[in-house]
T-cell receptor, first 113, second 116 residues
Framework: AQTVTQSQPEMSVQEAETVTLSCTYD???????LFWYKQPPSRQMILVIR??????QNATENRFSVNFQKAAKSFSLKISDSQLGDAAMYFC??????????FGTGTRLTIIP | GAVVSQHPSWVICKSGTSVKIECRSL??????MFWYRQFPKQSLMLMAT?????????EQGVEKDKFLINHASLTLSTLTVTSAHPEDSSFYIC????????????FGPGTRLTVT
């Protein structure tokens, strides 16, 4: 079975600084997707970034980028120029093609003004 | 962008009664919808996968007779918590999967259920 591990229950960063959230996963599949979701206090799940496993290039979305290391099964999220609105729970998730999402346990990110 | 709604957003019911939660994909059709349960400060736990026109697939440990799922159309899935008890109090989230690759899942805003 696929597993997703987030080893950092909590992280904090000064506003405008950069922070990296870690995620590792385990799978025997070769075709899959990896995601980072943000869950703010409203509890609405928001997709931050998606990475297709067949793509070697790391995905980026404005201030958010990933470091995807397929061989190491590592998928970290880097948030640059952190803003107060980035404060939330961040979940790493895995999905093979057309299947269900498997979530990590989450990392609570606090932004220090 | 794709929008998924849930209704109600918050419900309080008495122990022993049933409550129905609706999940709708507003601007796209979803062959597959998912139901999650989330306890405070924890991750999302998949309860069941709902496929339009067929029976839901429940995850191990989830009581199918207690959590009834119906997916009658390509835009609506419902979760009914039957004979609710206080331990069923939780935050329930649905997601709807797009029908085309990469089968993106879009999440509803969630429903907070409190059983008294």
């Amino acid at each position: 079975a696929q597993t997703v591990t987030q080893s950092q229950p909590e992280m904090s960063v000064q506003e405008a600084e950069t922070v990296t959230l870690s995620c590792t996963y385990d799978t025997s599949e070769s075709d899959y997707y990896l995601f980072w979701y943000k869950q703010p206090p409203s509890r609405q799940m928001i997709l931050v970034i998606r990475q297709e496993a067949y793509k070697q290039q790391n995905a980026t979305e404005n201030r958010f980028s990933v470091n995807f290391q397929k061989a190491a099964k590592s998928f970290s999220l880097k948030i640059s120029d952190s803003q107060l609105g980035d404060a939330a729970m961040y979940f790493c998730a895995y999905r093979s093609a057309g299947e269900k999402l498997t979530f990590g346990t989450g990392t609570r990110l606090t932004i220090i003004p | 962008g794709a929008v998924v709604s849930q209704h109600p957003s918050w419900v309080i019911c008495k122990s022993g009664t049933s409550v129905k939660i609706e999940c709708r994909s507003l601007d796209f059709q979803a062959t597959t919808m998912f139901w999650y349960r989330q306890f405070p400060k924890q991750s999302l736990m998949l309860m069941a996968t709902s496929n339009e026109g067929s029976k839901a697939t429940y995850e191990q440990g989830v009581e199918k007779d207690k959590f009834l799922i119906n997916h009658a159309s390509l835009t609506l899935s419902t979760l009914t918590v039957t004979s609710a008890h206080p331990e069923d109090s939780s935050f329930y989230i649905c997601s709807a999967a797009d029908r085309v690759p990469p089968y993106e899942q879009y999440f509803g805003p969630g429903t907070r259920l409190t059983v008294t």
